[in-house]
């Protein structure tokens, strides 16, 4: 069965310094990776997805970016982190199948404040 | 373009009565439609999801759904609600005729079940 790892599960960094966030996957080959992050508990925003090693589309301008350096990895990555970058970040998986709907499946979360 | 709203920010109903999470949607092609929830602190769990074919779709946790085309809507439902319904929904869309592997979620609604 397929399983998404996500660290670390909470994050506490000052502002202006760097931050790389971690997903892997398990249990599959060549799957759509997603990040979301999502504030105040509330709605999800789409940051950035991949299709494939190297394929990074960026939904929202902003000072995060994401790297597939592997398959079934996912980082997501800043050089200097704001204060609004304090969120719940959540990675998910889906395949890629033609037709079905392409049914996400998310990680457990990272929790990041940045004071 | 595709969009999706959930109109009631939270929902309570009292334990073993009939539970409904509305939600509406807007995309070009046909719809894939699809319920998660979220507990406290935890990434989304998947419900359930309409493809094609009946209009009445049944999920994990006893949830059901119901795609009405005519009123663009998809709403959750279970008969008898328990205290461990308690969670964030959200409704989420993709349009068929969308080539981007990503879905939108709607802004999430807090459904809470009193003993």
Do not use: M
């Amino acid at each position: 069965s397929q399983t998404i790892h996500q660290w670390p599960a909470t994050l506490v960094q000052p502002v202006g310094s760097p931050l790389s966030l971690e997903c892997t996957v398990e249990g599959t080959s060549n799957p759509n990776l997603y990040w979301y992050r999502q504030a105040a508990g509330r709605g999800l925003q789409l940051l950035f997805y991949s299709v494939g090693i190297g394929q990074i589309s960026s939904e929202v301008p902003q000072n995060l970016s994401a790297s597939r350096p592997q398959d079934r990895q996912f980082i997501l990555s800043s050089k200097k982190l704001l204060l609004s970058d304090s969120g719940f970040y959540l990675c998910a998986w889906s395949l890629q199948l033609f037709g079905t709907g392409e049914t996400q499946y998310f990680g457990p979360g990272t929790r990041l404040l940045v004071l | 373009a595709q969009s999706v709203a959930q109109p009631e920010d939270q929902v309570n109903v009292a334990e073993g009565n009939p539970l409904t999470v509305k939600c509406t949607y807007s995309v070009s092609g046909n719809p894939y439609l699809f319920w998660y929830v979220q507990y406290p602190n935890r990434g989304l769990q998947f419900l359930l999801k309409y493809i094609t074919g009946d209009n009445l779709v049944k999920g994990s946790y006893g949830f059901e759904a119901e795609f009405n085309k005519s009123q663009t809507s998809f709403h959750l439902k279970k008969p008898s609600a328990l205290v461990s319904d308690s969670a964030l929904y959200f409704c989420a869309v993709r349009d068929s005729y969308s080539s981007a592997s990503k879905i939108i979620f709607g802004s999430g609604t807090r459904l809470s079940i009193r003993p």
